[in-house]
């Protein structure tokens, strides 16, 4: 067994014993990892709190060859997630954060620049500020840095370049614009305000803070958060368990 560092986000916590956890973690420098806490749950264990949920962490651990779990050894705070007091809203929007991290990752897959998003998403759900645009961020910047953002210019079907204006054919299952002329014979279609993409791939520029001035008509944000979770539920499997305790999304 190899001893190794790394900084985490704390994802899950379940109870292994009377005394131990069992965690995952979203480290920045291996992806995803699982392992045993032993003693995490005693009053004055070696852990010292620095496992709460969505907390941020730097950690030292015994990773294992086979499938068994990984052993956490140290873990010491770096950062509390707070959700600015007792605002629920922020309190969801930071457990979907963690939802989509767990996933949408994979164990000893690292994507470093997407361990910084989430960090600054986390921090930012802490301070004063619009929740929409933070939640958009971090779930485009995600679907990007993973290799599943949707095509937004060309068709999905032939590869023409598809022009933003009017209205857009959208295909969920296939995950992009479809051409006028591969439209027919597709399932799953919504026709898209060509200002819903346009936003899509303003929020999912990793190079460009545009975002943050992005002002959003309540009709056209209410469409991007609609497509957006259509999309992600085809891409999951499922709907993620957090969207029930997002609605506030769409109108705020």
Request: charged share 25%; with cysteine; net charge neutral.
């Amino acid at each position: 067994m190899s001893s190794e560092k790394a900084i985490a986000i704390v994802l899950r916590v379940v109870e292994f014993s009377e005394t131990s956890s069992v965690v995952t973690l979203f480290t920045r420098e291996f992806g995803q990892i699982h392992a045993l806490a032993k003693g995490a749950r005693r009053p004055k264990g070696p852990f010292e709190s620095a496992l709460d949920l969505l907390s941020i962490c730097r950690v030292v651990f015994l990773r294992k060859s086979s499938d068994t779990l990984d052993l956490l050894t140290e873990a010491k705070l770096e950062r509390r997630f707070r959700g600015l007091g007792r605002d629920l809203s922020r309190l969801y929007a930071g457990y979907y954060v963690a939802e989509l991290l767990n996933e949408l990752t994979d164990v000893y897959d690292a994507h470093p620049a997407l361990f910084d998003v989430a960090a600054e998403t986390l921090r930012r759900l802490s301070e004063p500020g619009r929740l929409p645009p933070l939640v958009l961020r971090f779930e485009l910047t995600t679907l990007k840095l993973l290799g599943h953002m949707p095509s937004l210019e060309n068709c999905v079907e032939c590869g023409q370049h598809v022009e933003l204006a009017g209205r857009v054919f959208f295909a969920l299952s296939e995950g992009g614009v479809l051409c006028a002329r591969c439209r027919p014979g597709h399932r799953q279609v919504v026709a898209l305000r060509a200002g819903v993409l346009r936003a899509m791939e303003t929020f999912a520029d990793l190079e460009s803070r545009a975002w943050e001035r992005l002002e959003l008509e309540r009709g056209l944000q209410g469409e991007l958060r609609g497509v957006l979770n259509r999309y992600l539920w085809n891409l999951l499997g499922r709907q993620p368990r957090m969207h029930e305790y997002l609605g506030f999304l769409a109108t705020e």
